[in-house]
């Protein structure tokens, strides 16, 4: 696949009245052509048609990430999600780059549902997830936090205990809020596991966190 031609297919449909405000959704961390997300959706479905039967273009992903506009990272993290079955354990720390990468919430919330696709089909990767769930870098954290939203019951809730408890105490908006949303997920099937787990460590998680993981627990 060619970002050349993906330019040129954005830029046609691009509209630069909607870059500020796109921008400023971003906290202007990035550039944006100004091509929205339905706009976007359409052109990914007719540039990826040709390709999508061959082998991951790892290239092509690794590209995108590279360009200097933000609907290039969305094309990328689209274009993994559709070949997520075929990922396997060795293409983490290329996922881990990325994630290292550009990094915000538009991309991490993406790529941890990518990742937890891996951890999920190979188990033995779960100890990768446990050791980013106290790496340094917090944005790694959070997808080992949130790699099993939706999960349902198949969430393991040995892991999703150990990294929270990882990161219990922490200041970090982005982690306590990654932590009420797991816990919040994980209720929808099991309140009690949820409710039993906040009223342990209530002195210990956040406000935001008890807020965020109580949403739908019965009153």
Not at 180 to 198: C, M, T
Request: proline share 5%; charged share 30%; net charge neutral.
């Amino acid at each position: 696949m060619d970002t050349k031609i993906l330019l040129k297919l954005l830029e046609d449909q691009a509209d630069p009245a909607k870059v500020p405000a796109m921008e400023a959704y971003m906290k202007n961390k990035f550039n944006f052509l100004g091509v929205q997300k339905p706009i976007l959706k359409k052109i990914e479905r007719d540039f990826f048609k040709p390709f999508i039967k061959d082998p991951i273009d790892c290239a092509f992903v690794e590209e995108c990430w590279q360009q200097p506009y933000r609907e290039f990272q969305y094309v990328a993290m689209d274009y993994l999600d559709k070949k997520k079955k075929e990922l396997r354990p060795e293409d983490l720390p290329k996922l881990k780059a990325l994630a290292q990468t550009k990094s915000w919430w538009d991309s991490i919330d993406q790529l941890d549902r990518i990742i937890g696709e891996i951890t999920f089909t190979y188990p033995e990767t779960k100890n990768i997830m446990r050791q980013w769930s106290f790496d340094e870098d917090f944005w790694l954290r959070r997808i080992a936090i949130d790699h099993q939203l939706m999960r349902k019951e198949k969430t393991d809730t040995d892991l999703l205990e150990k990294v929270i408890l990882n990161n219990l105490g922490q200041s970090e908006f982005f982690i306590n809020k990654a932590i009420g949303w797991s816990l919040r997920s994980y209720s929808k099937v099991n309140p009690d596991w949820v409710g039993a787990f906040i009223d342990r460590y209530r002195d210990q998680l956040s406000p935001l966190s008890i807020r965020e993981g109580s949403k739908y627990l019965p009153s």
